[in-house]
């Protein structure tokens, strides 16, 4: 399913200002070289997650889903000198390949990958979060969303990628085991009383969760 008309996708792109050279690369190896290229933010909505970055100016920012690396150097641009990012990865793969460009960035020092089970490593990370973005296995999604709410911030925001995923959502009933999960997630995050959110309508689907004060 086409959840946004061609036409007006393309049209979006040419709009949006193009990032940086080091981002078009990582995009560009991650189609030419990637089994799963579709994993990746791209253009439109990293320059999406740039721009909310920039104006919360986050001091902790925590990522589960590396990838390729693509969206945590987004992330990064709205981070204070001692900001810090900790962007989590399950795949070595993918988590070699991610460093490989984080090494190559101005935001380097700011960035730190954890290779491994979010599961595990969330507990560990003894951080007040400002900004959280979760963008791995839908199946693990609410239990994100309740280890990082935990430590949250108030005021503080979780955006949620994939929450249409495809489509499928509107399926009757809804097919899939992740298809299942993302339906399970939202409901989750509609009935928390601790959290208010919008959905936005970019690719596909970014819920943006903020905690109640």
């Not at 993918?94 to 960035?105: G, K, P």
Request: proline fraction near 6%; charge should be negative.
């Amino acid at each position: 399913m086409d959840l946004i008309n061609p036409v007006v996708e393309q049209f979006s792109g040419q709009m949006t200002t193009p990032p940086d050279p080091l981002l078009q690369e990582i995009e560009k190896q991650t189609y030419a070289t990637h089994q799963q290229p579709h994993m990746i933010s791209g253009h439109v909505q990293g320059r999406v997650l740039s721009f909310l970055s920039q104006m919360l100016r986050p001091k902790y920012i925590l990522e589960i889903g590396t990838f390729t690396g693509y969206s945590a150097l987004c992330l990064a641009e709205g981070l204070p000198d001692a900001g810090e990012l900790h962007t989590l990865e399950l795949r070595k793969e993918d988590a070699v390949l991610a460093q490989s460009y984080f090494d190559r960035s101005i935001h380097k020092n700011k960035i730190h990958l954890h290779q491994g089970n979010a599961l595990d490593i969330i507990p560990l990370l003894k951080y007040s979060w400002d900004l959280v973005f979760i963008d791995a296995d839908k199946p693990g999604y609410i239990d994100y969303y309740e280890l990082v709410m935990e430590r949250l911030k108030p005021g503080g925001i979780i955006l949620a990628d994939n929450v249409l995923f495809h489509g499928q959502v509107f399926d009757s009933p809804v097919k899939g085991k992740s298809a299942k999960a993302i339906q399970a997630f939202n409901a989750h995050v509609a009935d928390d009383p601790r959290s208010e959110q919008v959905l936005l309508t970019i690719r596909d689907g970014l819920l943006m969760i903020k905690k109640k004060a």
